[in-house]
């Protein structure tokens, strides 16, 4: 079955940065898009960034210009670049993908971002 595995999170201070991986199995990982999502204490998961088996690239505006998604299909791996992280970014950092009509989630990672 399909199994995503999350890792890669942290204590970092402000400004820092942090490199989530995402490492994927029991499908084909080339073929399939690639979502990264987060979910801070006390709020609703939200979208951070997704790539396309092509490797075309989306963000939400709250990252755009400080996170950066990538993938490395012969590792069937997807990583999440975080860059001038500040507070408002610690959560739960999990990564996602639709594989036969059904929703896959990792268990996540979580990124704190503290002085």
């Known amino acids: 079955q399909v199994q995503l595995v999350e890792s890669g999170g942290g204590l970092v201070q402000p400004g820092g940065s942090l490199r989530l991986s995402c490492a994927a199995s029991?499908?084909?990982?080339?073929?399939?898009?690639m979502r990264w999502y987060r979910q801070a204490p006390g709020r609703e998961r939200e979208f951070v960034a997704d790539?396309?088996?092509?490797?075309?690239?989306n963000y939400a505006d709250s990252v755009k210009g400080r996170f950066t998604i990538s993938r490395d299909d012969a590792k069937n791996t997807v990583y999440l670049q975080m860059n001038s992280l500040k507070p408002e970014d610690t959560a739960v950092y999990s990564c996602?993908?639709?594989?036969?009509?059904?929703?896959?989630w990792g268990k996540g990672t979580l990124a704190t971002v503290s002085s």
């Open positions: 996602n993908t639709l594989h036969v009509s059904l929703s896959y």
């Open positions: 029991g499908l084909t990982f080339s073929l399939y898009k």
């Open positions: 790539i396309t088996s092509y490797g075309t690239t």
